[in-house]
Nanobody
């Protein structure tokens, strides 16, 4: 299905903002739901946010609700993660993953990393206190 490419990470102070991008060159990107996960050193890859192929619905981890916004521009083959009011606990490598189809059914586990079939290489986000 091709590789995903993340960008936009960096070092930011507590309360700051970053916008991550996930680009899917060479893919039929608009056909797939996409999610962001993050992984801190020595920990599992945790769900952050997900978006269906049409742009709705969206899903968020409780820890980021009200601070992060996931969106997509299918014409640009890009999914974004706008992160505001960043906290030190948001630090980690952020990965985007493509789901096996464009929507999540009621029985799908959109927050399970092993449900995603293609990943990018990740982008580091570090929030200093």
């Amino acid at each position: 299905q091709g590789q995903l490419v993340e960008s936009g990470g960096g070092l930011v102070q507590t309360g700051g903002s970053l916008r991550l991008s996930c680009v899917a060159p060479g893919r039929t990107f608009s056909s797939y739901a996409v999610a962001w996960f993050r992984q801190a050193p020595g920990k599992d890859r945790d769900f952050v946010a997900a978006i269906a192929s049409s742009g709705r619905p969206t899903y968020y981890a409780d820890s980021v609700k009200g601070r992060f916004t996931i969106s997509r521009d299918n014409a640009k083959k890009t999914v974004y993660l706008q992160m505001n009011s960043l906290k030190p606990e948001d630090t980690g490598v952020y990965y985007c993953g493509a789901y096996r189809r464009g929507y999540y059914s009621d029985r799908d586990r959109y927050d399970a990393a092993d449900e995603y079939v293609t990943w990018g290489q990740g982008t580091q986000v570090t929030v200093s206190s």
